[in-house]
Nanobody, 124 residues
Framework: VQLQASGGGLVQPGDSLRLSCQYS????????VAWFRQATGEEREFVGA???????YYTDSVKGRFTVSGDRAKNTMWLQMNSLKPEDTAVYYC???????????????????WGQGTLVTVSS
C-alpha cells in the first residue's frame, strides 16, 4: 500500500492551492482517506476526510475554505484549499484506513497508511 502526496508550495494569504494524494492497492469502500497537517512544534491535526467514498468531514478551522474530494477510478484524493491563511502553514499528509469507523476518522493514530507529506507555506 502506497500513498503519494503532492502539490505543496509557497503562496500568499488569500491564495488557493490544491493538494493531491494518489494511493494504490487499497479498497476504501468501507474506510476513510484523510488529510492531516503538522505545523512546526505542533501535534499532527486532522484537516478533512472522505468516509466510505462519499461522506466528507472537516475540522472547524477549515470549514468553508477547504474541500476534500476524490476520484474512485483514479484512486486519487484532493484537498482544495481556498482563502489560505498563515496559520494554515504546515506539512500536509494524506492517510488511509481501509477499515475505519466514523468515530475514529479524526484520530491520526487510527490510520494505517501514510504518505510522505507536502509542505504548504502561506506567507506574504
Amino acid at each position: 500500500v502506497q500513498l503519494q502526496a503532492s502539490g505543496g508550495g509557497l503562496v500568499q494569504p488569500g491564495d488557493s492551492l490544491r493538494l493531491s494524494c494518489q494511493y494504490s492497492d487499497m479498497t476504501l469502500d468501507r474506510g476513510a482517506v484523510a488529510w492531516f497537517r503538522q505545523a512546526t512544534g505542533e501535534e499532527r491535526e486532522f484537516v478533512g476526510a472522505i468516509f466510505r467514498r462519499s461522506r466528507t468531514y472537516y475540522t472547524d478551522s477549515v470549514k468553508g475554505r477547504f474541500t476534500v474530494s476524490g476520484d474512485r477510478a483514479k484512486n486519487t484524493m484532493w484537498l482544495q484549499m481556498n482563502s489560505l491563511k498563515p496559520e494554515d502553514t504546515a506539512v500536509y499528509y494524506c492517510a488511509a484506513h481501509p477499515g475505519a469507523i466514523l468515530s475514529t476518522i479524526t484520530n491520526s493514530k487510527s490510520y494505517t497508511y501514510w504518505g510522505q507529506g507536502t509542505l504548504v507555506t502561506v506567507s506574504s
